[in-house]
């Protein structure tokens, strides 16, 4: 299910002195099946971004399609929409308010006038897919971890089985813990069948997990690669006030000390591994 947006620029509060251009002549089209990483400074206009491609807000000028459907048309049925396009917003578990962990987790599909038991289903397959077991069914969601907490959320959106899920700061406010428990979690998401658009403003994170990486810049698209092709791009990247992951300033910082290593490696098991194959090279040529 495609996302295509076209020369869509988007201004709040138009015409008052608050006016502000978040989003400039954005052209972008985001295949089914892919994991995309979106990252920028801030006000670069993420957010406002994604907010767009499920029809939360609507362009000021510009379309955006989902699935072939004009999300301004008079005739686009945005609820359908928000069920396939699902929206995880920052600390999403701020939102969480049900009883209990299943009456949380079973709104959504209520509200898609489901009968009982496919809800029921729905559920139960939600709590499986994010790690919880029939133990957390009937507990408060307001006595969780963090962590747990933000599962619980996170199930509450994929109980109404989207075809692509957005998230935006997954791991923000968690421990190292918990924080590794949800990106192990949302890694696996394209893998059933769904198209994943994770916001981050980690860079490791990105180039761990994303299959393209788009860089946003005073409301426009300002790169859009593969990690390795945009976190080469060191210089450009740091001129807006972006970072690189540590693997490419390991690379970095080892190359500008006479070792040879190939550039590309943008997570730390790649680096690892070409410092590895440097170091059996050297201790090959040593031997002849």
Same mark, same amino acid.
């Given at each position: ?228 092709? &945009?976190? !080469? $791009?060191?210089? @450009? =990247?740091? *001129? ?6 540590? %693997? +490419?300033?390991? /690379?970095?910082? &080892?190359? !500008? $000390?006479?070792? @040879? =290593?190939? *550039? ?6 790649? %680096? +690892?591994?070409? /410092? ?13």
């Amino acid at each position: 299910m495609p996302i295509t947006l076209s020369h869509v620029s988007y201004t709040y509060q138009p015409g008052t002195p608050y006016e502000w251009h978040a989003l400039d002549d954005v052209n972008l089209e985001i295949p089914d099946g892919e994991f995309w990483g979106i990252i920028g400074p801030t006000g670069s206009g993420k957010s406002t971004l994604i907010q767009h491609m499920n029809g939360l807000l609507k362009p000021t000028q510009g379309q955006v399609l989902v699935d072939g459907i004009d999300l301004s048309a008079r005739a686009a049925n945005l609820r359908q929409v928000r069920q396939k396009v699902g929206l995880v917003f920052q600390y999403p578990e701020y939102q969480l308010f049900g009883e209990t962990i299943h009456e949380d987790i079973a709104f959504g599909p209520r509200n898609m006038k489901l009968p009982a038991d496919e809800v029921e289903r729905r559920v139960r397959r939600a709590m499986e897919r994010v790690g919880l077991d029939e133990s957390f069914r009937d507990r408060s969601p307001f006595g969780l971890s963090g962590g747990q907490a933000r599962r619980v959320a996170l199930a509450g959106v994929l109980a109404m089985e989207p075809r692509v899920l957005i998230l935006d700061e997954p791991t923000a406010g968690l421990d190292p813990r918990g924080r590794e428990e949800i990106l192990s979690l949302v890694g696996a998401f394209p893998a059933l069948g769904m198209s994943v658009v994770l916001v981050s403003h980690s860079m490791d994170d990105v180039a761990l997990m994303a299959d393209k990486v788009l860089v946003m810049h005073r409301g426009k698209v300002h790169m859009l690669g593969t990690p390795p092709e &945009l976190f !080469s $791009r060191r210089a @450009e =990247l740091e *001129a807006i006030g972006l970072g690189v992951p540590a %693997a +490419v300033q390991l /690379i970095d910082m &080892l190359r !500008s $000390r006479g070792w @040879e =290593l190939p *550039a590309g490696a943008v997570t730390i098991e790649q %680096a +690892v591994e070409a /410092i590895r194959k440097s170091l059996r090279t050297k201790a090959g040529g040593g031997r002849g």
